[in-house]
């Protein structure tokens, strides 16, 4: 890189020189010369501008060629220094761009597995309500059914006994005399056997 600067440097100090050795040589009379002369300057007219030619390629190269070069070297760095940037935010942007994607797809598969935890739970949820549901409804008949069976039992037992003190007042006054405690006790027995005995048709 610095011998291309210094190659264009020196392109430049050329340009410059020879500019400068064409405006202090003298002007040439073109009517009073032919077409070949122009292209061979005399020897009076090329010592001068080969002298100041080298003085001025002399003091360009001491004085103003360091300088150009600095800058020259100093504006290529900048520039190589802006393309590493670049080439770095570039490489900064995709990195992000690649970590961005990976923290959506993330997301998603956290979002899908919270929406599935969430249906699993609510369905478990439904199968413990209603496994609660049918249990109670369940106790409750039961509950039910051992309530109409007791109070049946009861007004079973409450209607046999007035069944057979009814039984034995109509037996006692039908006999004409009163009955001893056994023959109450044997004529209810014999009573409750031919209620609960089956009826045939």
Do not use: C
């Amino acid at each position: 890189m610095n011998g291309n600067m210094k190659e264009s440097g020196a392109r430049v100090g050329v340009a410059v020189a020879a500019a400068v050795v064409a405006s202090t040589t003298p002007s040439i009379a073109l009517a009073e010369i032919s077409g070949a002369d122009i292209l061979l300057p005399k020897a009076a007219e090329f010592v001068p501008a080969l002298i100041a030619f080298i003085v001025i390629w002399f003091v360009l190269a001491k004085l103003a060629w360091p300088s150009i070069l600095d800058m020259m070297e100093k504006r290529q760095a900048k520039i190589a220094s802006d393309l590493d940037a670049a080439e770095k935010a570039k490489v900064q942007a995709t990195e992000a761009a690649k970590s961005y994607e990976a923290q959506i797809a993330k997301a998603h598969r956290e979002a899908e597995r919270i929406v599935s935890q969430a249906k699993k739970e609510a369905e478990e949820e439904r199968s413990r309500v209603l496994a609660d549901a049918h249990r109670e409804a369940t106790e409750i008949v039961s509950k039910s059914h051992n309530a109409v069976e007791s109070e049946r039992k009861k007004a079973m037992i409450e209607l046999s006994g007035q069944v057979v003190d009814l039984s034995v007042e109509i037996a006692s006054k039908v006999i004409g005399n009163n009955l001893s405690d056994d023959q109450q006790r044997r004529l209810a027995e014999k009573y409750l056997m031919e209620v609960s005995a089956p009826h045939g048709n």
